[in-house]
């Protein structure tokens, strides 16, 4: 059998605030999930997405310390259309989460931007370009 990519797995420092980001992505996660230590949502096709405290990281690998430094994961999510992209952006950014890449026309044919979830984890927001007029 040839191994298969199951479930992302996401080490936070707060839960309630992590999954209330997530959930404005669109991401079907239950409201009373708040306060686990572990919590999982399945994503359309079948991928998992998994939430996991820092508490809960350190119950199993006492050594774990959070990374430092840009972290080398990044989540992209596909949106409907390139305002998606604009409107999807500004909403997480006025609802207080850091943007880093404010939505540009990529070279790469894409609308593109990028915002920070609650630990720093950058989260792509795309669409292809509208083509050109």
């Known amino acids: 059998m040839t191994p298969r990519l199951d479930v992302i797995g996401m080490v936070v420092s707060d839960m309630a605030a992590s999954l209330?980001?997530?959930r404005r992505l669109g991401l079907d996660?239950?409201?009373?999930?708040?306060?686990?230590?572990?919590?999982?949502a399945t994503l359309p096709g079948g991928l998992r997405i998994a939430w996991d405290t820092e508490e809960t990281v350190r119950s199993?690998?006492?050594?774990?310390?959070?990374?430092?430094?840009?972290g080398r994961r990044?989540?992209?999510?596909?949106?409907?259309?390139?305002a998606e992209v604009d409107a999807l952006y500004e909403d997480l950014t006025r609802a207080g989460h850091r943007g880093h890449l404010?939505?540009?026309d990529a070279f790469w044919g894409q609308r593109y931007a990028v915002v920070l979830?609650?630990?720093g984890c950058g989260v792509s927001?795309?669409?292809?370009?509208?083509?050109?007029?």
Do not use: I, N, R
């Open 20 to 22: 209330a980001f997530y």
């Open 117 to 119: 979830d609650p630990d």
């Open 102 to 104: 404010k939505p540009w």
């Open 74 to 82: 990044d989540l992209a999510f596909l949106c409907d259309s390139p």
């Open 125 to 133: 927001l795309f669409a292809p370009a509208a083509p050109p007029a």
């Open 60 to 70: 199993f690998d006492p050594a774990w310390t959070p990374p430092g430094g840009d």
């Open 29 to 40: 996660v239950p409201a009373d999930a708040d306060g686990l230590p572990h919590v999982e």
